[in-house]
């Protein structure tokens, strides 16, 4: 079964500081593809980040970067300078060619930003 | 151009009834899928489209679902005999591969909200 973990229900961060959000996931493919979704309040869900499963080197994007370990079949996420436009609803998702285009997410970590 | 639309974005339905969902993919996106979002979970997969195929339907929870896309634009997620657990918010996403078949990221749209009474 292909499963995706976020084992933290809320996180919260003072601004400015760097912020860590954990997810794994299970899947016997090797090659898919990793995601990270924001969903603020009552908006709608927007792109972070994405990582290539075969590709070794981490994806950055600005503020944002992932801790990608294949073997370990971990990908977190990291803030850093976090911002109160950040506040939202993170979801880690995955997507494997056997399981065609579908994105299986992963329950979600709320994070919150104190100013 | 613009993102993906949904309508209506709300929606409150006496249980028994039926409901339609509609999506505005973006202009030339190929693939187009529905999820369904209960309240503080993550979305789960209905169905999805390439073009107006319905490639895979393994999501939707029961007979009482069903979407189409008829020319391989618009869609609709029609639910019939509305019940009180299909409650939750309904998602919309495209996307356009631009080489192997799973390199694609999906752009989804504001959803809407489905209150069962």
């Known amino acids: 079964a292909q499963t995706v973990t976020q084992s933290q229900p809320e996180m919260s961060v003072q601004e400015a500081e760097t912020v860590t959000l954990s997810c794994t996931y299970d899947t016997s493919e090797n090659n898919y593809y990793l995601f990270w979704y924001k969903q603020p309040p009552s908006r709608q869900m927007i792109l972070v980040i994405r990582?290539?499963?075969?590709?070794?080197q981490n994806a950055t994007e600005n503020r944002f970067s992932v801790n990608f370990q294949k073997a370990a079949k971990s990908f977190s996420l990291k803030i850093s300078d976090s911002q109160l436009g950040d506040t939202a609803m993170y979801f880690c998702a995955f997507m494997t060619e056997e399981y065609g285009n579908k994105l299986v997410f992963g329950a979600g970590t709320i994070l919150r930003v104190k100013s | 151009g613009a993102g993906v639309s949904q309508s209506p974005r709300y929606k409150v339905a006496k249980r028994g009834q039926d409901v339609a969902l509609r999506c505005d993919p973006i202009?030339?996106?190929?693939?187009l899928f529905w999820y369904q979002q209960a309240l503080g979970q993550g979305p789960e997969f209905l169905t999805y489209f390439q073009n107006e195929a319905q490639l895979d339907k393994s999501g939707l929870p029961s007979d009482r679902f069903f979407a189409e896309r008829p020319e391989g634009s618009v869609s609709t997620l029609k639910i019939q005999r509305t019940q009180q657990e299909d409650s939750a918010v309904y998602l919309c996403?495209?996307?356009?591969?631009?080489?192997?078949?799973?390199?694609?990221?999906?752009?989804f749209g504001p959803g809407t909200r489905l209150l069962v009474l």
């Open positions: 990582q290539e499963a075969y590709k070794q």
């Open positions: 202009s030339g996106h190929v693939s």
């Open positions: 996403a495209s996307s356009n591969p631009p080489g192997r078949r799973y390199q694609e990221t999906q752009y």
